[in-house]
Protein backbone atom coordinates (compact mmCIF):
# COMPACT_ATOMS: atom_id res chain seq x y z
CA UNK A 1 0.00 0.00 0.00
CA UNK A 2 1.32 3.48 -0.92
CA UNK A 3 2.47 5.34 2.09
CA UNK A 4 1.32 9.63 2.12
CA UNK A 5 3.42 12.12 4.12
CA UNK A 6 2.28 13.93 6.79
CA UNK A 7 3.29 16.75 8.62
CA UNK A 8 2.27 17.51 11.79
CA UNK A 9 3.12 20.32 14.60
CA UNK A 10 2.85 19.43 18.15
CA UNK A 11 4.28 21.23 21.44
CA UNK A 12 7.84 19.66 22.57
CA UNK A 13 6.26 17.80 25.55
CA UNK A 14 3.49 15.59 23.39
CA UNK A 15 6.29 15.25 20.84
CA UNK A 16 8.41 13.47 23.53
CA UNK A 17 5.63 11.97 24.97
CA UNK A 18 4.59 10.11 21.63
CA UNK A 19 8.83 8.80 20.75
CA UNK A 20 8.55 7.85 24.41
CA UNK A 21 5.36 5.53 23.83
CA UNK A 22 6.24 4.90 20.70
CA UNK A 23 10.08 3.22 21.93
CA UNK A 24 8.11 1.21 24.75
CA UNK A 25 5.99 -0.25 22.54
CA UNK A 26 8.90 -0.60 20.27
CA UNK A 27 7.50 0.60 17.23
CA UNK A 28 8.49 3.68 15.07
CA UNK A 29 6.87 7.19 15.81
CA UNK A 30 4.95 6.69 12.18
CA UNK A 31 3.91 3.20 13.12
CA UNK A 32 2.69 4.18 16.31
CA UNK A 33 1.02 7.72 15.06
CA UNK A 34 -0.64 5.12 12.48
CA UNK A 35 -2.22 2.79 15.14
CA UNK A 36 -3.38 5.86 17.37
CA UNK A 37 -5.40 6.77 13.82
CA UNK A 38 -7.03 3.55 12.97
CA UNK A 39 -7.72 2.84 16.96
CA UNK A 40 -9.45 5.90 16.56
CA UNK A 41 -11.50 5.44 13.79
CA UNK A 42 -12.69 2.09 14.50
CA UNK A 43 -13.96 3.55 17.90
CA UNK A 44 -15.96 5.89 15.91
CA UNK A 45 -17.08 3.41 14.19
CA UNK A 46 -18.45 1.18 17.07
CA UNK A 47 -19.45 4.05 18.81
CA UNK A 48 -22.02 4.96 15.93
CA UNK A 49 -22.96 1.39 15.58
CA UNK A 50 -24.32 1.32 19.01
CA UNK A 51 -26.02 4.68 19.33
CA UNK A 52 -28.06 3.42 16.09
CA UNK A 53 -28.45 0.28 17.84
CA UNK A 54 -30.18 1.68 20.89
CA UNK A 55 -31.54 4.70 19.00
CA UNK A 56 -33.70 1.90 16.89
CA UNK A 57 -34.65 0.08 20.18
CA UNK A 58 -36.09 3.45 21.57
CA UNK A 59 -37.90 3.87 18.43
CA UNK A 60 -38.61 0.06 17.88
CA UNK A 61 -42.90 0.88 18.30
CA UNK A 62 -42.94 4.09 16.91
CA UNK A 63 -41.62 2.59 13.33
CA UNK A 64 -44.20 -0.42 14.12
CA UNK A 65 -46.61 1.77 14.44
CA UNK A 66 -45.89 3.87 11.57
CA UNK A 67 -44.56 0.59 9.04
CA UNK A 68 -47.32 -1.55 10.51
CA UNK A 69 -44.54 -4.45 11.26
CA UNK A 70 -44.62 -5.93 15.18
CA UNK A 71 -41.83 -5.04 16.96
CA UNK A 72 -40.07 -8.37 16.65
CA UNK A 73 -39.20 -8.10 12.60
CA UNK A 74 -42.55 -10.02 12.14
CA UNK A 75 -45.07 -8.95 9.91
CA UNK A 76 -48.49 -6.88 11.62
CA UNK A 77 -51.44 -8.54 10.66
CA UNK A 78 -52.59 -5.21 8.74
CA UNK A 79 -50.86 -2.52 7.66
CA UNK A 80 -52.10 1.14 9.04
CA UNK A 81 -54.66 2.16 6.44
CA UNK A 82 -54.22 6.10 6.91
CA UNK A 83 -51.69 6.93 4.37
CA UNK A 84 -53.46 10.44 3.62
CA UNK A 85 -50.83 12.59 2.96
CA UNK A 86 -47.97 9.97 1.62
CA UNK A 87 -46.46 10.09 -2.00
CA UNK A 88 -48.69 8.10 -4.10
CA UNK A 89 -51.76 8.31 -2.32
CA UNK A 90 -54.87 10.88 -3.44
Known sequence: MAKTQLNVRV?????????????????????YIEELV????????????????DFMKQYERVFAEEFGREPDGGSGSTAPTDREGLPGTT
Open 11 to 31: DEATAEAARERALQRGVSMNR
Open 38 to 53: LKDAGEVGQTFVEAAS
